[in-house]
Each structure stands twice: as structure tokens, then as C-alpha cells.
């Protein structure tokens, strides 16, 4: 598979949007279906890192798909925690501190 398969499969896997993807990165929405839909875009290197890091996934794993290592279960979890909204996030932060108190006791 080529970079446009494995963004939109990652896409689909992730449930992710391409205006979603847009507004994280501060590519042109337009810019982003037209790496889907395989326009003979190819993402420059700088538009590749972006994208890879708002999926979660490593640059060499848009590219080279499956065989390409995924990232760990903790670049994972940052991931899904960056696409909170905010009020999640405080929540999440907040019971992350209540259990370090009780493992510190």
C-alpha cells in the first residue's frame, strides 16, 4: 500500500476526519482529501510528521503501511488524550493525580 491507502485506512480506523486532521495541523482541508483521494499528492516531509502525529503513527508507517512498525500504546494514549475537549482533559488529569496520591501512600 502507498501513503494515501494507509492515511485513509488509518483515518477510517481512528474514526478521524479530514477537517478534523485540517484543523490540527494547519494544512488546507483541501489538501488533506487530496492526499486521500490520491490526487499524485504526496504529503511534503514537514506535512507527513504533522499528520503522523495527529493519527498517533509514525511517518515510516504512512508510508510503508503494516510492515512499518505502529507506534507504542503510550504515543496511543496521548493521541486520543489531544482529541479531548477540554473539560475531558482536566478530568482525566485530575483522576491521574488522585492516583499518584494513593500510589505515593
Do not use: W
Amino acid at each position: 500500500m502507498d501513503f494515501k491507502e494507509n492515511l485513509r485506512e488509518e483515518m477510517l480506523f481512528q474514526d478521524i476526519k479530514p477537517k478534523e486532521i485540517a484543523d490540527k495541523t494547519g494544512i488546507s482541508v483541501n489538501t488533506i482529501r487530496n492526499y486521500i483521494n490520491g490526487h499524485k499528492a504526496i504529503p511534503s516531509a514537514e506535512n507527513a510528521v504533522k499528520i503522523a502525529q495527529v493519527l498517533g503513527v509514525s511517518v515510516e508507517y504512512l508510508v510503508l503501511g503494516k510492515n512499518a512498525m505502529r507506534t507504542s500504546p503510550l504515543q496511543k494514549l496521548v493521541s486520543d488524550f489531544q482529541k479531548l475537549c477540554e473539560s475531558d482533559k482536566k478530568s482525566v488529569l485530575a483522576l491521574i493525580a488522585e492516583m499518584k496520591k494513593h500510589k505515593l501512600r
